[in-house]
């Protein structure tokens, strides 16, 4: 028997359960996919995107990766985005980080840590832009609990300047971009009030 052979018998067990519910559930689903929400996160196990909204499959699109980061050079990324608004039309973009990420505390770290530096780069410049807010935290759980929040902003602002978002904006495009994060302590998503409709939100939000 494959080591992975309990994954496949919970998957026969999940697909029964939603066919218990819904007998069409999949027929439906396979047909075509029209989600309102790309979600942006962090790669981390604890932070799944649609147990977390509680929403079904189909209703949300989803790109991960190590400390939700946004940036103008990785492509696979950008890639996403351009799909989701361009041909999904989403209507709105969440970047949604979570506090104790493991990422963002690699980037304050004074060590190295491999490859991932290269990535983690991107952090640092943000802990660099925000150090005296994020320095006068008192300890070092709400020093990373704040640059995990500063880190959401930014990225937000990021996907806010990419050619796809500005483009759609400036097509007249329902699109908005707000930036959560989610306490794994509680399993609660929290808004972190940056939500931007258009360039002139954009505008307003990043200066």
């Not at 026969?12 to 996160?41: C, N, T, V």
């Not at 989403?90 to 990420?101: D, F």
């Not at 880190?151 to 707000?178: R, Y």
Request: hydrophobic share 40%; with cysteine.
């Amino acid at each position: 028997m494959s080591e992975l052979e309990h994954l496949l018998e919970s998957n026969k067990r999940w697909a029964k359960e939603q066919l218990g519910k819904k007998p069409d559930f999949f027929s439906e689903l396979s047909q075509q996919q029209a989600p309102e929400y790309l979600w942006i996160g962090c790669s981390d196990s604890r932070v799944p995107a649609n147990q977390i909204t509680g929403l079904p499959p189909g209703e949300v699109f989803v790109h991960r990766n190590i400390a939700n980061v946004v940036v103008h050079s990785d492509l696979n990324c950008l890639s996403v985005v351009q799909y989701a608004v361009e041909v999904l039309k989403v209507k709105h973009i969440i970047v949604c980080g979570h506090y104790g990420c493991g990422g963002v505390k690699a980037a304050m770290e004074n060590k190295e840590h491999g490859l991932i530096d290269n990535w983690l780069r991107h952090i640092r410049d943000v802990y660099r832009f925000y150090r005296s807010e994020i320095d006068s935290c008192t300890g070092e759980e709400a020093q990373l609990d704040r640059l995990c929040e500063k880190n959401v902003v930014e990225q937000a602002f990021n996907i806010c300047s990419s050619t796809v978002v500005q483009n759609a904006w400036n097509k007249g495009s329902e699109l908005s971009v707000h930036g959560w994060i989610y306490a794994v302590k509680d399993g609660l998503l929290r808004d972190l009030e940056v939500s931007m409709a258009g360039l002139a939100d954009f505008e307003k939000a990043s200066k």
